[in-house]
């Protein structure tokens, strides 16, 4: 018997997103519905960012991913395409000057990229070094990101505030949209 996964609010978000049919129907939650949930929820300053972060996630997706040799070009090119960076990043430098942090904006800049990307640029996630000449994997442990699979998180401990920050604050977003579309009747 085969079963299916139900999506992740994320997912249904993002297909909600990148839909052109938003129409709404009394029996049944579609599109329409999921982004009314998501603008009613977006009206909560604490869980704006969150919702925020969701679309900037969502566009990041949507966008060509960076690939092993990327250069600095590729990512501010790809960053250029992410219309929610901005104010994503506005957001969080906001709550890193509150913090007192010293450059703020730099910091956050640097946070939320890593946040959408964090795998490691060396071994793109794998863990292991590459056998020179060959697609195949050595047994030898990434030395970059020491065999995690992630890349260092920037800018120390205010970085792991900010992490931190983001994380709790995409929580509230995804629990906000939740208890929305629940509230609906058609979750």
Not at 15 to 35: K, Y
Not at 119 to 142: D, M, Q, V, W, Y
Not at 162 to 168: G, P, R, V
Request: with cysteine.
């Amino acid at each position: 018997m085969a079963t299916t996964d139900k999506p992740t609010i994320d997912e249904t978000y993002s297909r909600a997103g990148n839909t052109s049919n938003l129409t709404v129907e009394a029996d049944r939650r579609g599109a329409g519905d999921v982004l009314i949930a998501a603008g009613m929820v977006g009206l909560s300053p604490s869980k704006s960012l969150g919702m925020a972060l969701m679309r900037l996630h969502s566009e990041y997706d949507s966008a060509a991913r960076l690939r092993d040799g990327a250069t600095a070009i590729d990512v501010a090119l790809l960053a250029a395409r992410l219309r929610q960076l901005p104010g994503v990043v506005g957001m969080v430098a906001e709550r890193a000057s509150v913090w007192g942090m010293e450059q703020p904006k730099d910091k956050a800049l640097a946070v939320v990229l890593w946040w959408l990307d964090k795998r490691c640029k060396r071994c793109t996630g794998r863990l292991f070094e590459r056998i020179p000449g060959s697609p195949g994997l050595s047994n030898i442990r990434c030395r970059a990101c020491n065999g995690i699979g992630e890349s260092h998180l920037p800018h120390g401990s205010d970085g792991r505030r900010l992490a931190n920050f983001i994380d709790a604050s995409l929580h509230a977003g995804r629990d906000g949209l939740k208890k929305r579309l629940h509230n609906t009747g058609n979750m």
